[in-house]
């Protein structure tokens, strides 16, 4: 299971790293950025689901659930 942003969707409301911030951090403008390669950990797939409902673009997806 991953996690991604479309960048071209993202607004930088920043809920998805207040969120989740082990999936999540802000790059340099408050754009919302996955970490790494955005694999969620064992423990980590509730914060993942929250970030795809609380993002008010609609740009995080989860992928290979
Ligand atoms: S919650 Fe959505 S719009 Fe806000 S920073 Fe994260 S991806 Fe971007």
Same mark, same amino acid.
């Given at each position: 299971?991953?996690? /991604?942003?479309?960048?071209? @969707? !993202?607004?930088?409301?920043? @809920? !998805?790293?207040?969120?989740?911030?082990? $999936?999540?951090?802000?790059?340099? $403008? &408050?754009?919302?950025?996955?970490? /790494?390669?955005?694999? +969620?950990?064992?423990?980590?797939?509730?914060? /993942?689901?929250?970030? +795809?409902?609380? !993002?008010?673009? &609609?740009?995080?997806?989860?992928? &290979?659930?």
């Amino acid at each position: 299971m991953h996690v /991604a942003i479309d960048a071209s @969707r !993202c607004q930088g409301h920043g @809920r !998805c790293f207040s969120i989740a911030s082990a $999936l999540f951090e802000s790059d340099e $403008l &408050g754009n919302g950025v996955v970490i /790494a390669d955005g694999t +969620v950990g064992p423990g980590q797939e509730h914060h /993942a689901h929250m970030a +795809v409902a609380n !993002c008010p673009e &609609g740009a995080v997806s989860i992928e &290979g659930a």
